[in-house]
């Protein structure tokens, strides 16, 4: 249970940071296009993301409803989405932390409602202690703009050791030339540092086409 399941089931072709809010019931919202169009695309799972600030409070605790794609999943043919394992969503909260304090005091039941947990560390102090979280699936650096500091390949190793991964999100890069820029440079960085080790990529899509 626990880590080991949130590992497996992020294995295969996936996109573990599909952007969601926190109140979704996915009836028929903009959140079953963009499963279906992954579908479409051959992936075997897709994370719906919530953003969060820290501190976090009781309301952050998941509230999303997974839906039953049933019959809105379309026809897969050659595809052969309709093998096993069938298509699988999960639940991810992503914690924006600046203060080291805040990493400390993320409260395990709020984080433990979810399948996935991130942290977007804003600071090298809050950045350090994620490193020696172990609660933590994935540290997701805003690649997008300019880093404040350098991802350091010793803390950046531990953390892997403990089965933390680095992300890399493009979302934002399809968007602005400037974003484009930065996520070349950081995401060669942190390639760097992670000697191009335990690195997922995930879109930060809000819309399906991204």
């Known amino acids: 249970g626990g880590k080991r399941d949130r590992r ?26 963009m499963a279906r169009f992954l579908v479409k695309l051959g992936y075997d799972a897709c994370a719906f993301n919530v953003s969060a600030t820290a501190p976090l409070g009781r309301h952050h605790r998941c509230q999303l409803t997974m839906p039953d794609l049933g019959g809105a999943v379309p026809s897969r043919g050659a595809l052969r989405v309709d093998a096993t394992p069938p298509f699988r969503m999960l639940s991810r909260i992503t914690v924006t932390v600046e203060d080291s304090v805040h990493v400390a005091n993320l409260d395990g039941a709020v984080l433990g409602s979810y399948d996935i947990v991130a942290a977007r560390p804003t600071t090298e102090k809050a950045f350090e202690q994620c490193c020696k979280l172990a609660r933590l699936d994935i540290i997701s650096l805003d690649l997008s703009r300019r880093l404040p500091f350098y991802p350091k390949a010793p803390l950046v190793a531990a953390a892997i050791q403990t089965g933390i991964r680095f992300e890399v999100t493009y ?40």
């Open 8 to 33: 497996e089931a992020a294995m295969g072709f996936h996109d573990l940071m599909v952007e969601a809010d926190n109140d979704a019931t996915f009836g028929g919202d903009k959140l079953v296009e």
């Open 171 to 210: 979302g934002a890069s399809l968007r602005d030339a400037g974003s484009r820029r930065h996520l070349f440079s950081n995401a060669l960085a942190l390639l760097r540092a992670t000697k191009g080790r335990a690195v997922v990529i995930s879109s930060e899509a809000e819309r399906a086409m991204e």
